[in-house]
């Protein structure tokens, strides 16, 4: 027997749940899209994100590789995959998955800034500021691509450089937790622990302030007798939301696929990147679920997560 609504109804489903931050809910409904329509590519792609954001690495590396078996140019898959190695501590695959989604898209702000990030854990510190300033070619204001440089000439050996430039971006941006994070790492390097401790207690501060611990999702006994009322009607709608991201910026990149665009990442006239969280196009969706436009999920950038680790190549 047909399911009403279909496929497009169980990853609405999803979506909506998603955007709620019920990502159990979320995963359930991905996965019955699939088991509907194995090709999905959106269902795939999102139960990437879901599964990524419950911790689930190895369950989201296996729908993103999905992905690529249905589209093997998916510039979003590649990246997230390549951000994925890059949290698992192995630059040497993320560096592969970037630079594939670049030749894909030559324009795409958090691939170069993810690929400096990875250089850079590997100490390859000329090649981690040719991909800065990169960033920075495509969008000026990404200030985690200066501070990213600045870790590279400490590197060189240009420290009083280095802390001198991150020092007045943490004066001009209080408020950004990575900027107070690097200016620390570096006055480490110069022996200024004091200084440097204030500086990851700020850092910790604020990463505290604007990201709080998220709320204890429902028992899934509850959501299911919510999800079993809502998949008989039809004609629902799905209400227009929009998830803020996990890192600091706003540096939001375009998805584009085959039969949609669905916009990811815009350009917000601030200097602080987005953490690791989706960013969902606010889409009123038609009367009807069957007829609804897609929604893709995206996967923002990792670059600060309060932590206090003070390896000078640690990747934020």
Request: aromatic content about 6%.
């Amino acid at each position: 027997m047909m399911e009403p609504g279909g496929v497009e109804k169980r990853v609405s489903l999803g979506n909506r749940d998603y955007l709620r931050g019920r990502l159990k809910s979320a995963i359930r409904e991905y996965e019955r899209a699939l088991e509907l329509n194995p090709n999905k590519v959106e269902a795939w792609y999102n139960l990437g994100i879901a599964y990524s954001d419950e911790g689930m690495t190895e369950d989201a590396l296996r729908a993103w590789e999905k992905v690529l078996e249905i589209d093997p140019n998916n510039e979003n898959a590649l990246y997230c995959l390549g951000l994925s190695y890059l949290e698992q501590g192995n630059p040497y695959k993320t560096i592969s998955y970037m630079k594939r989604a670049l030749t894909l898209n030559p324009n795409m702000l958090m691939a170069y800034y993810s690929l400096g990030n990875a250089y850079l854990a590997e100490g390859k510190f000329h090649k981690a500021m040719g991909s800065y300033k990169r960033a920075l070619v495509v969008n000026d204001k990404l200030t985690e691509a200066r501070l990213g440089i600045d870790r590279c000439l400490a590197g060189l050996g240009r420290l009083d450089k280095a802390v001198k430039d991150a020092r007045s971006i943490a004066a001009s941006h209080p408020d950004l937790p990575e900027a107070h994070y690097t200016y620390g790492l570096l006055l480490e390097q110069q022996g200024l622990k004091e200084e440097a401790e204030k500086e990851f207690a700020e850092a910790s501060r604020l990463s505290e302030l604007m990201y709080p611990e998220p709320e204890e999702e429902e028992e899934d006994g509850e959501e299911d007798g919510e999800e079993g009322k809502e998949v008989v009607e039809e004609t629902e709608v799905v209400e227009e939301e929009e998830v803020v991201g996990k890192s600091e910026t706003v540096e939001k990149e375009e998805v584009v696929k085959k039969d949609v665009i669905t916009e990811g990442k815009e350009v917000v006239e601030q200097t602080t990147v987005e953490k690791k969280e989706e960013i969902v196009e606010k889409t009123k969706a038609p009367e009807a679920i069957e007829t609804e436009e897609e929604v893709v999920v995206e996967r923002g950038s990792i670059l600060y997560r309060g932590k206090t680790e003070k390896n000078g190549k640690d990747v934020e």
